[in-house]
């Protein structure tokens, strides 16, 4: 663009706004890596999507680490006690981003509902990280738990 403030001979070319391709990070890179030309196809790799059919949608398989395209088991949840706290252990993708990770709470297996929990990194275990989530329960921890992803 040209402004005023340049006098008529002498005429300069202005560029602005130029825009530089993106570097991809996140969740779009890695439907870019995972999924190649359907990264953008909202039905093979959106974040509700099931492409490979083993019930965890591609966030939770992003979330966890795990392969969008081949049957994938559902992460373990581990269990530590510290005092009144304790801490619902499962691997996760370390290196996700603008995901988070929460915990539900059922007694009966049939009405879940979410508790507190606080994250904390338990360390690297191959590829993936340790995470913890410590909940508090007054009533002790007796129930059926299960860790939820949802992107934040
Ligand atoms: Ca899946
Ligand atoms: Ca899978």
Do not use: C, H, Q
């Not at 007694?107 to 879940?112: E, N, R």
């Not at 507190?116 to 002790?140: N, R, T």
């Amino acid at each position: 663009m040209k402004d005023s403030s340049v006098g008529r001979d002498a005429d300069k070319v202005w560029v602005d706004s130029v825009k530089l391709p993106a570097r991809e990070e996140g969740l779009v890179a890695w439907r870019i890596e995972k999924f190649g030309d359907d990264f953008d196809e909202i039905y093979v790799s959106g974040s509700l999507a099931d492409p490979d059919g083993d019930g965890l949608v591609n966030l939770a398989e992003y979330g966890f680490g795990l392969d969008p395209l081949a049957i994938s088991e559902v992460p373990n949840l581990g269990i530590s006690r510290v005092g009144s706290t304790s801490d619902l252990e499962v691997l996760v993708n370390g290196s996700a981003v603008g995901v988070g990770f929460y915990v539900m709470k059922s007694v009966d297996l049939v009405g879940w509902s979410e508790v507190d929990s606080v994250p904390s990194d338990g360390g690297a275990v191959g590829d993936k990280m340790l995470l913890k989530l410590g909940v508090l329960e007054e009533d002790g921890l007796k129930g059926f738990y299960r860790v939820g992803v949802r992107s934040e």
